[in-house]
């Protein structure tokens, strides 16, 4: 049986890359990913076959991924990340669900097998950078109404705010969209403190990574990109200081034990 890993490599730094994950790219003949994601995974890539797709081609590349595996070539289809997390796996299975659907003309993909490999996701990068922020109930969202319409992503944010979740924010800024992450701020302004922590993490991991901690009402698009995870706490997080050390948690209530 021919055989596609779908592979979340980590936010960048190789120390991240699980060793199941880097052991399924060593397995694997062929390679199918956006090409700064095998340029950070090094030399773990040498002698494949690299199957470079760009940005905004993932239908494409999900495609293409299957098609390899179903023609006999072990193959991995690698996102940055947790490939489940906002990433390249679900529409691997959207479109074998559309097969079995008979919306598409591929019997051939439903005789791969599926081997899924997770990954640290920015989200679990920047709490660890900034301390402990998802120490508690958290979620996310995603503020790129290209596939999700915008009232669908507000009222996700206001059900946030009502839960009293802390939430990291993917996709907050892009060079087409800039005010939906102050929307989100405005919202969430609604439901906790001006002063909750918020971290913003750009290139979390990578050799240019920089680490912001800020407070809600001082969040704005001007301090963000489409490189850039905006995490904000809940009504309980905190923000502590020891000389130059700092840290942003979110106590899970034992201090009721302590």
């Not at 599926?114 to 900034?130: D, H, K, L, N, Y």
């Not at 109930?137 to 839960?163: A, V």
């Not at 060079?175 to 993490?201: E, F, H, M, S």
């Not at 995490?231 to 840290?247: A, D, F, P």
Request: some cysteine; glycine content about 8%.
């Amino acid at each position: 049986m021919t055989k596609l890993y779908l592979i979340g490599a980590g936010p960048g730094d190789i120390d991240l890359v699980a060793p199941r994950a880097t052991k399924a790219i060593e397995n694997s003949s062929d390679l199918v990913a956006y090409g700064l994601y095998l340029k950070l995974l090094g030399c773990v890539c040498d002698g494949k076959v690299h199957h470079d797709l760009p940005l905004g081609q993932e239908i494409d590349r999900a495609r293409l991924a299957l098609d390899l595996a179903a023609s006999g070539k072990t193959t991995a289809l690698i996102s940055s990340g947790d490939i489940g997390v906002y990433a390249m796996a679900t529409l691997v299975f959207e479109l074998l669900d559309r097969q079995l659907q008979g919306e598409e003309d591929h019997p051939e993909w439903l005789d791969v097998e599926i081997e899924t490999v997770p990954g640290v996701s920015a989200m679990q990068a920047g709490s660890s950078r900034a301390g402990a922020l998802l120490g508690h109930d958290f979620c996310t969202i995603s503020l790129s109404d290209l596939l999700t319409p915008w009232q669908t992503i507000e009222k996700r944010i206001h059900s946030c705010g009502t839960g009293d979740f802390v939430v990291s924010f993917y996709n907050p800024k892009s060079k087409k969209r800039d005010w939906q992450i102050n929307t989100a701020r405005d919202i969430l302004l609604q439901y906790r403190p001006a002063n909750t922590p918020v971290l913003l993490g750009r290139q979390l991991t990578r050799e240019d990574e920089s680490i912001t901690l800020t407070t809600l009402e001082k969040l704005h698009s001007d301090d963000v990109d489409m490189f850039t995870l905006v995490t904000v706490g809940n009504s309980e997080s905190r923000h502590i200081i020891n000389g130059n050390k700092e840290w942003i948690y979110t106590p899970r209530g034992y201090s009721k034990k302590l």
